[in-house]
């Protein structure tokens, strides 16, 4: 007897469904680190019919989902995701500006909005210059540098979740903390309004030069990485401490501690998530050992367990 298809495999088999689907797809494509096994289905929704009408199918089935933006602050385990992992396609790419604000959808580019705000000489986004990634991954992360998070930036945010629907919310009902937002975990940003602010074209390329150059000059550029892997504690530089540890260069497999930034470990080629990993406790454990500092993962761990082993999975994005 033929097996019924799910309410999900359904949805994604539907000639009208507004999204390109990828069974199996291995998720080593969708990350600036180059790693990581295959997602159970990757989906671009295309439109917000199918971007709710996938989460709804997926909330309904307890199939387990992510969203994901340009991945570059994921480590996606070596087995993979086994449910649905989420990018925004389209109608979620777009970006107009009116009134001193940034309409964007929140699958566009970061650094669209800051090459955008550079040409109109307006300021406030210097910071992200060069920071890789979506609009929605970084609201989510709220990335930004110590000083400077784009949540600042935030005037209006709309999202969705299942069961509540479309939320529009200002900026400043949200907390944005170091690398964190207050987005429920199974919370898809959709779009929002950034604020940009006038300033001097003459000190807005300064600084958007010498961001640039720092970055440049401090960073693996040449090598897949998630940027830094883990948090600065309090009143200390991470880098410093991998630094001081003597763990510039340490290695596992494929996975190495950059000699240019210690905070920053490198897929120098053939790296498996499990060599990073296994690297970042290493890491860990010598920070521990010799300042007594714990160090917090910043990159997000897709398809590992809360102790790090592959099984299983973070439910939402
Ligand atoms: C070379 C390099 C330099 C970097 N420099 C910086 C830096 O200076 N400052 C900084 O803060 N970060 C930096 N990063 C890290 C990273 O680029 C940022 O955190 C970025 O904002 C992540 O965006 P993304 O679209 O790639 O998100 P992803 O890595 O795809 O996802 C990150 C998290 O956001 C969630 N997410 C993504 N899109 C959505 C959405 N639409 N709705 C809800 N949740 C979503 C994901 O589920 C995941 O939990 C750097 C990374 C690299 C590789």
């Known amino acids: 007897m033929a097996r019924h298809a799910s309410p999900l495999q359904s949805l994604l088999v539907d000639d009208r469904f507004d999204g390109d689907v990828y069974p199996n797809e291995p998720m ?37 989902w992510i969203m994901l933006g340009r991945g570059s602050n994921v480590l996606v385990a070596d087995e993979g995701f086994s449910g649905v ?12 500006f009116e009134d001193g604000r940034f309409m964007v959808g929140a699958g566009a580019t970061l650094s669209s909005v800051v090459q955008d705000a550079f040409r109109r000489n307006l300021g406030g986004f210097e910071f992200a210059v060069g920071t890789p990634g979506t ?31 479309l939320l529009r919310r200002r900026g400043s009902e949200l907390d944005w903390g170091y690398r964190t937002s207050s987005f429920a975990p199974d919370e898809a940003i959709l779009e929002c309004e950034l604020a940009a602010v006038p300033a001097d074209p003459f000190q807005l390329r300064d600084r958007m030069e010498s961001n640039l150059a720092r970055r440049q000059q401090t960073q693996p550029l040449a090598l897949p990485t998630c940027g830094s892997v883990f948090k ?35 897929n120098a080629g053939s790296a498996t ?20 500092v714990d160090l917090v993962p910043e990159v997000r ?11 299983r999975e973070e439910r939402h994005g």
């Open 28 to 64: 080593s494509r969708h990350t600036t680190y180059r790693i990581g096994g295959p997602a159970r289905f990757f989906v671009r929704a295309n439109s917000i019919g199918a971007l709710t009408g996938l989460i709804d199918v997926c909330a309904a089935e307890a199939m387990p």
């Open 273 to 292: 998530a499990a060599d990073v990993r296994a690297l970042m406790e290493h890491v860990r454990r010598c920070v521990r050992a010799n300042y007594g």
């Open 135 to 165: 609009v929605g991954g970084a609201l989510r992360m709220n990335a930004g540098s110590r000083e400077e998070w784009i949540g600042e930036r935030v005037v209006t945010v709309t999202t969705y979740r299942p069961g509540r629907g």
């Open 85 to 96: 992992v989420i990018a925004l396609g389209r109608d979620f790419r777009s970006s107009r």
């Open 232 to 266: 600065n504690p309090e009143g200390a530089s991470v880098g410093r401490l991998i630094d001081e540890a003597g763990l510039k260069g340490a290695s596992v497999g494929g996975a190495r501690v950059s000699d240019v930034h210690g905070n920053f470990i490198v």
């Open 301 to 311: 761990l897709v398809g590992f367990d809360g102790a790090g082993r592959p099984g």
